[in-house]
């Protein structure tokens, strides 16, 4: 990644106090440019300060307990910066975010090290992670998966060992309805704790294990996260599919040379999903939930009558585009099986579908298939044929299938 010459620096002035979805601010936002493939950042913490409230804050004895100013520093191409900077601002609720020009002289860094099945998990994982104590309350346990956006809780004790995992599964399966919990019908009277709702034991991981063994795990578990667990055996981040995935991904957009792939030179045709569920843009909703509930990755393709791909349905985008009355016959529909829709029977594909939708060719390279997935966060890609047509469907599980086979290379 070459950018010298011009450039711009974006500082931004913040407080280690500050937070953004219960996660340090300032950690945040690294992982925020990390995964938008910034050049690099650097966090520098203050000896004192003060901002807008006119209190100043220092680091002596007597006022350890004070939050102290930060400064991130992050140079890189303007249209980089142009790119990724709304998303900053919309995080920074509280600071000061200022962008200048700056010419670069000299921009240099160490070779990166190719990743395989050898890497190890510590290279990998989230270190930041949110967890809750195995007595929480239902409320609690609600208010980080529903509210905060969690996908997934370790479950650990007092001192730090994980008893089990918490994730939106495990609500449904306790009887709370995502609907009810975000409509404000909040479990008052559900004695329940986090231990009750937990699936136990945790598949977990040792941060010096390898990523060959993590893969192995996920695959043959069916789990999409690994609680990370240091040399005392207690909580030390999280490893998610994810994570192991945008790892080789980066591996190949910031060398200069494309890394070998670890799972060599397969084509998306030769992982693909062909048994893929489509609709026409005119198809009623209630068949579109038919569809959904016959495969178990929840996505139908929309296309046109020549079978070229117009957009994706989700359970997703259906639950936001029906309206807030149908909401509900929707959820308890897809997730409660044997309930009978209750939906506008004017309401079709067309009108719930997410698009442009992005297609890859079968002959696509999984390393760049990866890639855009990564690029545009999301789960799977529709695949198509030299005429357009949708052929089937590749996504992070099909990747990492596909790693699993090749994690020792």
């Known amino acids: 990644m070459n950018i010298v010459g011009q450039a711009s620096k974006v500082t931004i002035y913040l407080s280690e106090g500050d937070r953004h979805h219960n996660q340090a601010l300032y950690m945040a936002i690294l ?30 004895v007597v006022s350890l307990t004070d939050t102290l100013p930060l ?3 992050w140079v890189d191409k303007p249209d980089r910066v142009d790119r990724i900077l709304p998303k900053i601002n919309a995080m920074v609720t509280e600071g000061l975010v200022t962008v200048q020009p700056v010419n670069v002289a000299r921009y240099s860094h160490r070779a990166l090290k190719q990743p395989s099945g050898k890497t190890l998990v510590r290279e990998a994982m989230t270190y930041e992670v949110a967890s809750i ?5 239902v409320n609690q346990v609600v208010d980080l998966l529903i509210e905060k956006g969690y996908r997934v809780l ?9 008893l089990g995992v918490i994730s939106e599964g495990d609500l449904l399966r306790a009887g709370l309805s995502f609907i009810e919990l975000e409509a404000g019908v909040a479990p008052e009277a559900d004695t329940r704790r ?27 578990h069916g789990v999409k996260r690994l609680p990370a667990l240091d040399e005392n055996g207690t909580l030390a981040g999280l490893l998610s599919r994810a994570d192991i995935l945008r ?35 005119g198809t009623p909703v209630s068949e579109v939930v038919d569809q959904l509930l016959r495969i178990r990755s929840r996505r139908v393709v929309v296309v046109d009558a020549h079978r070229r791909v117009l957009g994706v349905i ?19 529909t897809l997730f409660r099986r044997g309930k009978k829709l209750v939906v506008n029977d004017a309401l079709t594909a067309e009108g719930v579908m997410t698009r442009p939708a992005i297609p890859v060719q079968q002959e696509m390279p999984l390393k760049d298939a990866l890639q855009l997935l990564v690029q545009h966060q999301i789960k799977r890609l529709p695949v198509v044929n030299a005429e357009g047509q949708l052929v089937g469907m590749v996504g ?14």
């Open 71 to 73: 400064i991130i520093e």
């Open 154 to 162: 370790p479950v650990v004790d007092e001192t730090w060992h994980v």
């Open 31 to 60: 992982q925020l440019l990390k995964k938008e493939g910034a050049a690099g950042a650097t966090v520098t913490r203050g000896v004192a300060g003060f901002g807008a409230h006119t209190r100043i804050h220092t680091a002596n």
């Open 396 to 409: 992070r599980g099909g990747i990492l299938r596909a790693l699993h086979t090749h994690a020792d290379d």
């Open 314 to 332: 989700t359970d997703g985008d259906l639950l936001e585009r029906v309206t807030v009355a149908e909401r509900k016959s929707v959820f308890d």
């Open 133 to 137: 104590v195995a007595g929480a309350s």
């Open 247 to 281: 790892l080789f991904s980066e591996a190949a957009l910031v060398r200069d040379a494309p890394p070998e792939f670890p799972a060599g030179q397969l084509q998306v045709g030769q992982i693909m999903l062909t048994d893929v569920p489509m609709v026409v843009a």
């Open 194 to 220: 986090a231990v009750d709702l937990m699936t136990a034991p945790p598949i977990t991981i040792a941060t010096n294990d390898t990523l060959a063994h993590a893969i192995d795990l996920m695959v043959k």
